[in-house]
Each structure stands twice: as C-alpha cells, then as structure tokens.
C-alpha cells in the first residue's frame, strides 16, 4: 500500500504517517529525514543535495526524486510505504508518477488530513518547547505542570520563531499557493481521500484506517 500524505503545516500528518507506519508495518519515509541521512552517510546524491542546502536553495524536483526512489526501491519498501513531505508541487508529482509507472507501480491513496487555518494557528501558537531538553508541551492539550517550567529539566519554556502566529500565516500562504493545487491533482486521479484534521488524534487515525481498510477489501 502505497501513501501519500497531505496537509497544511500543523495539521499533524507527520504523525498520523507515523501511526499508519506502525500499524501496517510499512516504512514511514519523510524527505527531510532522507536528505539526512544521505548527508550523514555522504552518499553521491546526498553530497549533491547538500550543495543546494548549503546556499539556503531548495533540492531540484528531479534530484529530490531520484533520493526518493533510491529510498523506495529498498527490501522495507517492499509492501508499501507513507510519504510524508512529498510531493509538495504539481512537478514533483508528476516526476513522481512517472518514476513510479516506470517500476509498473501507482500511489494507492493521497491522504488529506483537512484543518482550517484559524485552527491551526490557534494549534500551533498554543505550542511550548523547553530549548534546554527538547520537550514538548501544548499550553491547552499538554500544559505543564507548573506553567512555563518544563517538566523534565525545570528550565523555561519558549514560542519557537516557527511556531509564533505570524510565521505560520506566512508558511500556510505558501502551503495554499504551492500545495494546495495537488489536492485537486490527486482528485482528479481518484486517490484522494480527506479526514477532518480537527478531531481528536485518535479520531483522525481510526478515520484514516476505515479509508485503508475499506479499499483491501476490493
């Protein structure tokens, strides 16, 4: 089973892609943590791919693609795998189609995990991190329990730059200009399926898992 996750940043597809991994034992594979560990083990596309990271530039659609299948084209990857973070563009996917109809393969689903945008301001402005440790808390879901202390270390807890409302405008305005347009993409090719992001976590996986579900039986 092949998956592609979709949604705005904040509306908790990395970790639905994580939970969807577990449950049907299939590698959940994030193109950050890929260039990564490319970089890390300096790998002839990973050395490439740092060159553009390095001036602050994006990795081009077709190297960023050829990283991708290499990934794919691994023993785990077997039985299916999550994408999460690809693609982010219509020429992303359209390289990405092609690579996988030349393997005599196809997407199986892309997945929508659907949240308005007031809601994920609110989600994400709501977010604490303690520097010092790297927790994480949520100042109405996960509050500490003393408040601005982390509970793990006692040190003070901040709103990152990329959590504060004005960074997430700006990072949704991209998302809706550049991301969006792959949603109708996906429609048009009848894989699409949407969940409404706003619901418990909980909710939102066992919404995902009737979708996942209800197509085996075909």
């Known amino acids: 089973m092949k998956i592609i996750m979709l949604g705005a940043p904040g509306a908790g597809k990395g970790t639905q892609a994580k939970m ?3 449950k049907y034992g299939i590698p959940h594979i994030s193109t ?5 560990a490319n970089i890390k083990d300096q790998t002839e596309l990973g050395m490439e791919a740092k060159k553009y990271m390095d001036q602050g530039l ?3 659609d077709e190297l960023t693609v050829k990283i991708l299948l290499d990934r794919v084209a691994k023993d785990d990857c077997r039985n299916g795998y999550v994408l999460d973070g690809f693609p982010r563009t219509i020429p992303q996917a359209e390289v990405l189609d092609k690579a996988v109809e030349e393997l005599n393969e196809s997407i199986d689903f892309a997945v929508n995990v659907d949240v308005k945008d007031e809601n994920i301001i609110k989600r994400m402005s709501g977010r604490r991190a303690c520097l010092k440790c790297g927790a994480t808390y949520h100042i109405e879901h ?5 408040e601005g202390i982390c509970d793990s270390c006692g040190s003070e807890l901040v709103l990152r730059d990329d959590d504060k409302p004005e960074t997430v405008k700006k990072r949704l305005s991209v998302y809706h200009e550049q991301t969006q347009p792959l949603i109708d993409y996906y429609n048009k090719k009848g894989i699409l399926r949407e969940v409404d992001g706003s619901q418990d976590m909980n909710d939102v996986f066992n ?3 009737a979708i996942l579900d209800g197509a085996d039986k075909h």
């Open 207 to 209: 919404a995902i898992v």
């Open 58 to 60: 994006l990795v081009p």
């Open 142 to 146: 996960i509050p500490p329990k003393q």
């Open 32 to 36: 950050g943590d890929i260039f990564r």
């Open 20 to 22: 969807i991994a577990g």
